[in-house]
């Protein structure tokens, strides 16, 4: 590494000088890895190939363990008990792992230099800029919030990505009832000042919406009695329904419990402005009416978007016209060599079967007859299956068993005739494309995906070796890992008031109090370390018996 002064304005000097990875040390490749989130963190704590070097760079030094932000923003678990210090993680690995503090501005994919700027505020010289050379990169860097330029959004609005948001959160929240409890403020300024706007109802909004519900009414009340009935929780979302990415049964049941429970969902309500004390809304129901409604404290938690230097880079790999990074089934970059891209931050871009028939059918087609056999076919199908992974959702979605049932339902085959040419194989396969969706940008996604990696560089030079794969269609070539395929665990959504919805594979719903037991002990479990297990569990005990702390 080498460190190179420059003012942050002026452009990166490509000059600075480095130090190659060969003068480090000529024997280990040099790994560099981006981030310390779900996707990095699980890349480094499964890598144990002691023939890399590794170089985590990322700007906060520590893991968070996300799931649990909304708790930090009322004050059910504390902050510290949900970071692990990255350097905890690397101390107890045989790789070779460095740390740098530092965020990176600038990917330089065909001379593998990455450019970064230190946090630490250096007063002489600005901040500290150095260069890294990588043998391979991993890009983990996450995603942005997304304000879709909403005027206003970034000024007025609070987010829940990091701990400091969760924190900041947590002290505004408190600050609220304290200004709306001051002898001079007028009715309706109270009102206003209580009343708390959540724009977005995906899993984070409705989590803090009830995090907050149960906050205000299990503690501050309690503590605020004069002002207690001005608070008012309001969620807003553009679509017909709250937490669209479930079961409908998980829907309508936290639509019924918010209202019960008296937090206002208003769906079909688009955010349009935002300013220091109104939130203007486009009502699209109502004919795109637009309303104002004042608030005191708003949260924005409406999706993710894409880091301004990942966009820089996938213009300099010709991915400009893309919206995510995008990156093949062994998540690696498409169009650049050496760099891999997880979690958030990036895309698998799925190879569509038909793209691919003519070049599938002549693989099954082994004695080049021009058709298909069923035996033939059978053959065939594992791979297809294992390749494509929207043919196993299609057939589930179809409820067939496996890919003979699909034969059967094409013309020729139900006909009696043995035999399959390629137009038969393309109608056969010609809707599996359809079942084609996106991984959601979720922790399960991105450790998943950390794993995944981590395997393949343990498993490295064996590749290189022996570099026949078990599948070889169309551009893999000489890749012998098989494709990342995402498993589904599961996913939680508390609603607060000790009941949490959990929607299992195989459609499997349960909602109440059970389910919240179960949530407690999947993410004790979850932790990354028996410290933050400990901590964690400890502050679920002293809010059952003390409450939550309210000082600011
Ligand atoms: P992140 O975890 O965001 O990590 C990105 C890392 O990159 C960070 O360390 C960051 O500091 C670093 N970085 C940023 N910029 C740079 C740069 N320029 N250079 C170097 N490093 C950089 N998912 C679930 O599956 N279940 C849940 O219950 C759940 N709950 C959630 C609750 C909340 C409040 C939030 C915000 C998210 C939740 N998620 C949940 C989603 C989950 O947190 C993300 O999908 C996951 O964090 C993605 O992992 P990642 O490593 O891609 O990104
Ligand atoms: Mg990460
Ligand atoms: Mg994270
Ligand atoms: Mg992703
Ligand atoms: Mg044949």
């Known amino acids: 590494v080498a460190y190179a002064e420059a003012n942050p304005e002026r452009k990166l000097a490509s000059s600075a000088p480095v130090l190659t990875s060969a003068e480090v040390d000529n024997k280990k490749k040099k790994v560099v890895v981006l981030g310390t989130g779900w996707a990095g963190t699980s890349f480094l704590r499964n890598l144990k190939n002691p023939d890399y070097e590794v170089h985590v760079i990322s700007p906060r030094n520590y893991f968070a363990f996300t799931p649990l932000l909304p708790s930090v923003t009322c004050g059910t678990v504390e902050a510290r008990s949900i970071v692990e210090p990255i350097r905890n993680i690397a101390r107890k690995k045989t790789v070779d792992v460095q740390f740098s503090e530092a965020a990176c501005l600038k990917i330089d994919a065909v001379n593998q230099k990455i450019y970064c700027r230190s946090n630490v505020e250096n007063n002489l010289n600005g901040q500290e800029e150095f260069v890294v050379d990588y043998d391979y990169l991993i890009v983990a860097v996450g995603a942005n919030v997304n304000t879709f330029n909403t005027p206003g959004v970034v000024e007025n609005c609070h987010f829940l990505k990091e701990v400091e948001d969760a924190q900041k959160i947590r002290r505004t929240v408190i600050d609220c009832f304290e200004r709306a409890s001051l002898p001079a403020v007028s009715e309706e300024e109270r009102k206003r000042i209580l009343h708390f706007a959540i724009v977005g109802g995906g899993p984070t909004g409705v989590e803090f919406a009830a995090a907050l519900h149960d906050f205000v009414n299990e503690d501050l009340v309690k503590l605020y009695p004069g002002v207690k009935d001005l608070v008012k929780i309001t969620l807003l979302e553009a679509g017909d329904h709250i937490l669209n990415m479930f079961d409908k049964r998980i829907t309508a049941f936290a639509e019924e419990k918010f209202q019960r429970d008296g937090i206002n969902v208003k769906t079909g309500s688009m955010v349009v402005k935002v300013t220091e004390k109104e939130i203007f809304t486009k009502e699209l129901k109502n004919g795109g009416e637009v309303s104002t409604i004042p608030y005191g404290m708003a949260l924005w938690s409406t999706g993710v978007g894409t880091r301004p230097f990942i966009r820089d880079f996938m213009s300099q790999v010709g991915q400009a016209n893309r919206r995510v990074l995008a990156t093949d089934e062994w998540l690696r970059v498409e169009g650049c060599d050496k760099v891999y891209a997880i979690g958030d931050c990036a895309t698998i871009n799925q190879r569509k079967v038909m793209e691919d028939i003519a070049a599938i059918f002549r693989k099954a087609d082994k004695d080049n007859s021009g058709t298909l056999t069923v035996e033939e076919y059978k053959a065939v199908i594992n791979d297809i299956c294992e390749r494509y992974p929207q043919v196993q959702v299609y ?30 194989f393309k109608t056969a396969l010609s809707k599996v494309d359809s079942q084609m969706k996106n991984l959601p940008a979720t922790a399960q996604v991105a450790a998943q995906q950390g794993v995944y990696l981590a395997k393949c560089f343990n498993r490295m030079e064996d590749c290189e070796k022996n570099p026949e794969g078990p599948l070889r269609f169309r551009g893999e070539g000489r890749h012998r890992f098989r494709p990342f395929r995402y498993k589904h665990l599961g996913q939680f959504a508390p609603l607060g008031g000790e009941q949490t919805a959990a929607q299992l594979p195989g459609d499997w719903v349960s909602i109440g109090h059970s389910s919240q037991w179960l949530w407690y002990s999947v993410y004790t479990s979850k932790q990354v370390s028996w410290r933050n297990r400990a901590l964690v569990v400890t502050d679920w005990v002293r809010r059952f018996i003390w409450g939550r702390d309210s000082s600011r």
């Open 395 to 424: 057939l589930k979605s179809q409820q067939m068993k496996n890919m003979v049932d699909l034969l059967k339902e094409t013309p020729d085959v139900s006909k009696g005739s043995a035999e399959l040419n390629i137009e038969d």
